[in-house]
């Protein structure tokens, strides 16, 4: 936890107050440095400092707010490991430590993000945020359709059949055998989900 001390003009303190409450911060304290200025004290735990809340204080502020913090020790608090499952794999790299009241939508949001960024393959990619063994959050992406039947002509329609029963069977083979290359800015977007 850090003990942070926030300066600011009056008419933000809702605003500051707002930011440090989302982000599990524990008001301590108030002082007025003029009739127009102010200092907030609040407790917060480092993990939501270090994320954006720099960003967020001075856009909230249109850049007025100043802080400074220092680290006053550990305090125990509900934490849960989020993994994330790309094709059935636990993909290490992706997986965070967050807090209890926040695994759902964060789990949420990561699964999103990382379906706009992976690329689309052969084979459907199912996308899955867990905590242990419960799925909290899922999606996937769609498998990339190649026309078979281009090639066929009229015809027979048991050699439609026939190609398209081949097909699913190749496709069921690369899905367990398929390997998910995840791009480099999906690892980047996890550290910048909370935009």
């Not at 993994?83 to 430590?97: P, S």
């Not at 807090?99 to 699964?111: E, F, M, P, S």
């Not at 909290?136 to 029963?165: E, F, N, P, Q």
């Amino acid at each position: 936890y850090v003990r942070m001390e926030i300066y600011a003009p009056n008419e933000y303190n809702g605003a500051l107050m707002g930011l440090c409450q989302e982000r599990r911060g524990e008001y301590i304290d108030m002082k007025y440095i003029t009739t127009d200025r102010v200092t907030l004290i609040y407790e917060l735990p480092l993990a939501e400092v270090v994320t954006d809340f720099f960003d967020q204080m001075k856009t909230r502020t249109q850049g007025y707010a100043s802080m400074e913090y220092s680290l006053i020790g550990y305090r125990k608090n509900q934490l849960v490991r989020l993994d994330v499952l790309i094709n059935g794999d636990r993909a290490d790299a992706l997986t965070t430590i967050v807090h209890q009241d926040k695994a759902y939508n964060v789990g949420k949001a990561l699964v999103e993000k990382l379906k706009e960024l992976i690329p689309r393959q052969q084979f459907k990619i199912p996308i899955q945020a867990s905590i242990g063994s419960r799925i909290i959050a899922s999606t996937s992406i769609s498998a990339i359709r190649k026309d078979v039947l281009a090639k066929c002509y009229g015809g027979d329609i048991s050699r439609k059949k026939k190609l398209l029963k081949k097909q699913a069977k190749g496709k069921k083979r690369m899905k367990a055998m398929g390997k998910v290359d995840v791009p480099q800015e999906a690892f980047m977007a996890v550290l910048k989900l909370n935009d």
